[in-house]
């Protein structure tokens, strides 16, 4: 681990599409679960992890055996619906085997335009932090355009 984030109390990992698929367009579990296990064990070293993932519209597409790279907007968004619990069972399944509980929190521009609905996602995020969970965050693909 980087020195700066060594010594991070809170570290936020981005975790892009392109993990979740190998080069021949499958699931690739290790490598998921490989960056699982080195975010769960900085949550247990006492970090505070909040994950950034994107996968859904891949996930969903992959589900329903269609490509999201010639998809329209509105079949992309049903790839995200279908993609989403996918996602997070990933995550469930990834993080329980140390103990640790992830938490959905899907966003989207109108969460950071009103300044009621910021602060209600800032205080779920730090109750979250506070109670140890990791969120696993993202925008939500579902609604968004």
């Known amino acids: 681990?980087?020195?700066p984030i060594r010594d991070a109390k809170r570290v936020v990992v981005k975790l892009g599409s392109n993990l979740f698929f190998n080069e021949a367009g499958v699931i690739a579990l290790g490598r998921i679960f490989s960056f699982i296990e080195e975010i769960g064990a900085a949550?247990?070293?006492g970090r505070?992890?909040?994950?950034?993932s994107s996968g859904a519209v891949a996930l969903g597409a992959d589900a329903l055996k269609m490509k999201s790279s010639t998809a329209?907007?509105?079949?992309?968004?049903a790839f995200a619906a279908v993609g989403q619990s996918r996602l997070m069972n990933l995550y469930e399944q990834g993080f329980a085997k140390y103990g640790l509980t992830p938490a959905q929190v899907l966003l989207t521009e109108d969460d950071f335009a009103s300044r009621k609905r910021y602060l209600?996602?800032?205080h779920t995020l730090m109750t979250l932090l506070e109670m140890g969970v990791i969120p696993v965050t993202n925008e939500n693909d579902t609604v968004s355009t």
């Open 72 to 77: 329209s907007l509105r079949q992309k968004q």
């Open 43 to 45: 949550r247990l070293a």
């Open 120 to 122: 209600n996602l800032r």
């Open 1 to 3: 681990m980087r020195e």
């Open 48 to 52: 505070q992890m909040i994950v950034v």
